[in-house]
């Protein structure tokens, strides 16, 4: 502060930066595309420096599918119904996040006694695939051959479906299931080269995997998911180290969402599904394109009056929000590089547009303490420093409120106003910055 020239240069480098970060790659002017080389990510692909930045796009800017489920809850008790729920709504958001999908939204609903789990996918476009990685139960478990005519042998709903087709005679369920697996992962058959998905069991389940091998030597055992069966080699020996293969000439992205659903783990109820639809990007681009110019409206109406009514000040105050609108939008960007990035919603551009009007309330608290001491007779520069002092605390106080208001609308609130409350916590953060150190350096070196 001491020196404000040379805080006045690590602003304009930073502000610099932050506008190489938000170049687009290409930009339309009259149904002509222009592509803009030297930006942030033409530079990440030359260096191959790996994942490039880009804004991350929520369901209804980018499009995607939406499904509603709906929890058959027949079978579980009043008490662990809603426990229920919400198990199978944390696994379907593992599912998800182990298959690779960016940006979804996982949430339950209780409606006319009917609980629901809602799930948005930005950006995939098969439903299909959709439908089949979540809505699987993914029930594991391993039948062995059996002499005997046992009730669950005997019982046609009890026995996989497909049980016939592999013709290995009378089967029965064993003890070793899903609960038993520690994890899966998507290997290759060193033979034939064609995907596998290799299973390693807990230590319960290595010690039931071999009492099964080892009364099954020669024979076949049968792997069973959603009651259907998937393969069934021949036991050559006993197997004592817990692993097991599951080969079914699978392509590698079948193989991988095989695995997906087992590391994630059993649902505990039955799912239907309600309602599907396509979000198509035609119209995510149009609510986009509405919302960027109520946005540029918005800015362009506080700049106007900023100016009008303060006059220099006001000048000084638009080129810190500018500042700071290329600030937000540059940590935007960036946060795609991680795995927990700022997803830009409708909503979320509501909490950013709201942000900028209270970056302008604080040069609007500083200007008017200044305004007072100057009629107090006070010199510009200590008015303006005063001014800046005496307007903190109230700046302070109104900030935190707000984040403690968005720390509490992201810890209870669903998808939507999470996505509200982290981009407006975002914001008011990077206004303080810009209030207090951008605002007051450009003053200090304009009264200098």
């Known amino acids: 502060m001491k020196n404000p020239r040379l805080l006045f240069f690590a602003i304009a480098l930073i502000t610099a930066l932050a506008i190489y970060i938000n170049l687009p790659e290409n930009l339309s002017f009259r149904n002509t595309d222009k592509n803009i080389k030297f930006n942030v990510n033409y530079l990440i692909k030359r260096l191959n420096l790996g994942k490039e930045l880009t804004f991350r796009q929520g369901l209804d800017l980018k499009g995607g599918v939406s499904l509603t489920f709906q929890a058959d809850l027949s079978g579980v008790s009043t008490l662990e119904k809603e426990n229920a729920v919400e198990a199978a709504r944390s696994i379907i958001e593992r599912r998800i996040n182990i298959f690779g999908v960016s940006e979804p939204l996982i949430q339950t609903a209780l409606i006319n006694d009917q609980s629901r789990i809602i799930v948005e996918l930005p950006g995939v476009t098969d439903i299909n695939q959709a439908i089949n990685l979540i809505g699987q139960t993914a029930q594991l478990s391993f039948w062995e051959q059996t002499e005997e005519v046992s009730d669950e042998v005997a019982t046609s709903s009890a026995y996989p479906i497909n049980a016939q087709l592999i013709g290995i005679g009378s089967i029965q369920k064993t003890n070793l299931s899903g609960s038993d697996l520690e994890s899966s992962a998507v290997t290759f058959d060193q033979t034939t080269g064609g995907p596998v998905v290799q299973l390693n069991f807990n230590t319960e389940g290595t010690k039931k995997f071999a009492d099964i091998t080892r009364r099954n030597i020669g024979k076949p055992v049968a792997i069973v998911l959603d009651n259907i069966i998937i393969t069934a080699p021949q036991v050559n020996e006993e197997i004592l180290t817990g692993d097991a293969v599951i080969s079914g000439n699978f392509a590698q992205e079948e193989a991988k969402a095989l695995s997906t659903q087992l590391n994630a783990g059993a649902l505990p109820v039955p799912l239907t599904v309600l309602e599907q639809r396509v979000v198509g990007p035609t119209l995510g681009q149009e609510s986009l394109q509405k919302s960027l110019l109520a946005g540029v409206i918005g800015f362009l109406t506080i700049v106007v009056f900023m100016i009008a009514f303060y006059r220099g000040l006001g000048v000084l105050a ?89 720390v509490i609308l992201y810890t209870f609130g669903t998808g939507i106003v999470k996505g509200f409350a982290l981009v407006l916590a975002v914001g008011v953060l990077i206004s303080m910055f810009s209030a207090i150190t951008i605002t007051r350096t450009m003053l200090r070196l304009v009264y200098k």
């Open 318 to 406: 638009s080129i810190a929000l500018i500042i700071y609108v290329l600030l937000t939008l540059a940590v935007f960007k960036l946060s795609s590089l991680t795995p927990y990035g700022i997803t830009l919603t409708l909503a979320g551009i509501a909490g950013f547009i709201l942000s900028i009007g209270m970056a302008v309330d604080a040069n609007i608290l500083i200007f008017e303490r200044m305004r007072e001491e100057l009629r107090l007779g006070k010199g510009k520069s200590s008015a303006m420093e005063l001014g800046f002092s005496h307007a903190w605390t109230s700046i302070r106080d109104s900030n935190v409120s707000t984040l403690i208001t968005t």
